[in-house]
């Protein structure tokens, strides 16, 4: 545990903990996998921790990044298949829609009635800035051609939010936007549905003049680059709370496998090249979790964190990498046996640094940060 951390945050971080184990053994139970999440989600209001992401107007507790991260390394520290019910649906970054679009878009996925995605990324043929998703405006209306490639969630979503470059017309100026479109709209298609290595669901995404009012855009049009990372420096933390609460589990699995009996007659955690490997995996665990608590209590005080934020989804998301290879190749092959925790752990892990932004453009906009807007810590 973390050195300093407040009676409040202890007794968080005790709920989540016993709020798994009780999910872990309900899941033993015969339930239907939609009583388990309904019942699920009863047992974490219960706790209070489904409430953590959700703010204060939407009836949940608005809790701070200190607390979140606290949540959220508990939660995959627990490794349980019960961890994704957890905590309740935040609003990102549609937390400032007003009005109609409010209630629309973002109450309606407050309330767990609407699901959403984000689609952002453009498909790798389309490197020419002609060729990304564009949009031209007719009269109050925009009209949205192009795709995207890896749009997580996307077969289920209600609305997509689309980031879009809007073109120049008659004089009125255009620039890149994020346009809510409505999944059932004409011409919106998905040509593809594809799983990733750690299990996720994604398709690629089609629009074919897709015909949106303009005052669909969150934010104004030319805002886009911002709106779209409004929220970047959250989700990054969040990743990086989940690869330490991942680190976690890792080290006490590997642990306990190197204490057990093993086939020379020698315990495993007695064999100095063992302990060697053994005690890499604590260092980077150590060092990557002293970051992460230290940009979590830097958000919580109010700071910009947008490149230490960066910095430390690297660290921790490269960190878990190395430790899960390490625990692998120390368990033996009897760990890559299809179905064992650490061969699922393996392939979880390896999103990480891609989700969020991948590793190297985080490297390239850490020093960016501070040759060109001299803004960063060490
Ligand atoms: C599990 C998962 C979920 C995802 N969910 C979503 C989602 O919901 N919505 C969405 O829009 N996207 C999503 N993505 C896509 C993700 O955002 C991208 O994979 C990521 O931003 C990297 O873009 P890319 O894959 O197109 O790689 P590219 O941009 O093609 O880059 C490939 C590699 O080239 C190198 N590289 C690229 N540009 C540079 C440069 N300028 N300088 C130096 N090196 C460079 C880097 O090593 C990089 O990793 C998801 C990805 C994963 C794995």
């Given at each position: 545990m973390?050195e300093?951390?407040s009676p409040?945050m202890?007794d968080?971080?005790s709920?989540?903990e ?6 872990t ?13 309904k019942?699920?989600i009863?047992k ?8 953590l992401?959700q ?9 701070g ?6 949540a959220?390394?508990?939660v995959?520290?627990a490794n349980?298949s019960m961890?994704?019910f957890v905590l ?10 007003t009005?109609e679009?409010?209630?629309?878009y973002?109450?309606p996925v407050?309330?767990g009635e609407?699901?959403w ?12 800035p002609?060729?990304?998703t564009?949009a031209i405006?007719?009269?109050?209306d925009l009209i949205?051609t ?6 997580t969630g996307?077969?289920?979503a209600?609305?997509?939010a689309?980031?879009v470059n809007?073109e120049?017309f008659?004089?009125?100026t255009g620039?890149p ?9 004409s ?11 750690e299990?996720?669901s994604h398709?690629?995404?089609d629009?074919?003049?897709?015909r949106v009012?303009?005052?669909?855009t969150?934010?104004?049009i030319?805002e886009?680059?911002p709106r779209?990372?409004?929220n ?11 690869a330490c609460g991942?680190g ?5 699995h ?5 204490n057990a009996?093993?086939?020379?007659g020698?315990r495993l955690s007695d064999?100095e ?7 890499d995996m604590?260092i980077?665990?150590?060092a990557a979790r ?5 940009t979590a209590?830097?958000a ?7 490149n230490?934020?960066a ?12 430790i ?9 092959g009897q760990a890559l046996?299809e179905?064992e925790?650490?061969?699922q752990?393996y392939r979880?892990?390896r999103?990480l ?6 590793s ?8 960016r940060?501070?040759f060109?807007f001299?803004?960063?810590?060490v």
């Open positions: 973390p300093f951390i409040e202890q968080l971080r709920r989540v016993s709020l798994l184990v009780e999910l053994e309900l899941e033993i139970t015969e339930m239907d996998n939609v009583n388990l999440r019942a699920a009863a974490s209001k219960e706790y209070g921790v489904f409430q992401t703010p204060i107007e939407f009836g949940g507790s608005g809790a990044p200190l607390a979140l991260t606290i959220r390394e508990s995959a520290a349980s961890g994704g309740g649906p935040d609003p990102g970054f549609l937390r400032n829609l009005g679009k409010k209630a629309t973002l109450d407050m309330q609407k699901r995605s984000f689609a952002f990324t453009e498909p790798s043929g389309a490197s020419a002609e060729k990304q564009y405006r007719d009269r109050d949205i192009g795709s995207k490639s890896f749009v996307g077969a289920t209600d609305f997509f689309v980031f809007v120049e008659d004089g009125v620039g936007a994020m346009v809510l479109v409505d999944s059932n709209l011409g919106v298609e998905i040509t593809r549905s594809f799983r990733s290595l299990g996720g398709v690629e995404l629009l074919d003049q897709v009012s303009n005052n669909l969150v934010g104004d030319g886009g680059m779209a990372m409004s970047i420096g959250e989700e990054r933390l969040q990743i990086s709370a989940s991942m976690i589990w890792t080290i006490k590997i642990t306990d496998r190197l009996a093993h086939r020379s020698t064999r090249g063992v302990r060697l490997r053994y005690a604590r980077d665990l150590y002293s970051a992460l608590y230290r209590r830097l919580e005080s109010g700071e910009d964190v947008v230490e934020a910095a430390t989804k690297v660290l921790c998301t490269e960190m878990i990498g190395r899960v290879d390490t625990a692998v190749q120390l368990a033996g046996i179905g925790a650490l061969e752990m979880r892990v999103s640094r891609f989700a969020g932004g991948a190297d453009i985080l490297r390239l906009s850490i020093a940060g501070i060109d001299n803004s960063g810590r």
